[in-house]
């Protein structure tokens, strides 16, 4: 089992390297950080990561990811994937070293009173709804400035960057023109010189479109099952 875990894990270090040397918009040499998503894995799964290299880890749920943490600790840089209720905030502020899923000026607002409690700068991404999903949360591309702009006038957060997921499709290639187009939107948010952030990441691309992902500008992508094989429920 280890053994495979460290050789899925540098199969996906290859390919995402081999992603960056085809990218033609952006940079080539931008450096990707994988998140290794071990929600549904055990501790034991994420040793092996660890062993493997991995030093960023992502979980969906607050719950789980606090009791792996409990174990784990700071050997590794936490990230928050999943949609995060504000009666969640407390304990996710604890620990997380980024937060990829603020979805609302609300959710922004209670996280960044949280860390104003306990004295921390919290790192936050602001999750894009690009695709309209009913069943993804996000912020609609048409709210997307004025929303950065009031979450970026709150204290005690540092605007990183955005996040996004396409759609299912079926045809990987689909998920193409919407990673391009959060590519854009991403450049222009660095050019809007925001207070309280530093626009260094763009976080999007899973196991089946992580490639095409980094291909269009992602300097950040989630995997799991490619790592860790599909996840028992
Ligand atoms: C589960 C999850 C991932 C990883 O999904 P895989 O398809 O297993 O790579 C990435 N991002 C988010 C937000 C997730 O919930």
């Known amino acids: 089992m280890g053994q495979e875990i460290a050789e899925r894990y540098q199969d996906v270090l290859a390919k995402i390297e081999a992603a960056k040397a085809r990218r033609t918009l952006a940079p ?6 994988l998140v290794a998503v071990t929600k549904n894995h055990d501790t034991a799964a994420m040793r092996e990561a660890i062993a ?3 030093v960023n880890v992502g979980e969906n749920r607050v719950q789980e990811a606090k009791s792996k943490f409990a174990e784990i600790g700071n050997a ?9 209720q504000t009666n969640k905030v407390r304990q996710a502020v ?7 899923s603020v979805d609302s000026l609300h959710l922004a607002e209670a996280i960044s009173s949280e860390a104003a409690r306990i004295d921390k700068v919290q790192d936050i991404l602001v999750q894009v709804n690009l695709a309209k999903e009913d069943s993804k949360s996000g912020v609609y591309r048409e709210d997307l400035l004025e929303t950065l702009q009031k979450v970026t006038a709150l204290p005690n957060l540092r605007l990183r960057g955005l996040m996004c997921m396409a759609p299912n499709y079926e045809d990987v290639e689909m998920c193409r023109p919407l990673f391009r187009e959060m590519y854009k939107i991403y450049q222009e948010v660095q050019d809007l010189d925001l207070p309280m952030s ?3 990441t763009l976080s999007m691309g899973m196991t089946h479109d992580y490639e095409i992902a980094v291909e269009e500008g992602a300097n950040m992508v989630r995997v799991g099952t490619a790592i860790f094989g599909p996840r028992q429920y």
């Open 52 to 54: 493997a290299g991995a």
């Open 28 to 33: 080539k040499d931008t450096e990707v950080t």
């Open 94 to 100: 604890k620990f997380s070293d980024l937060i990829h």
């Open 76 to 84: 590794v840089t936490w990230h928050i994937i999943g949609h995060l």
């Open 198 to 200: 530093n626009i260094n």
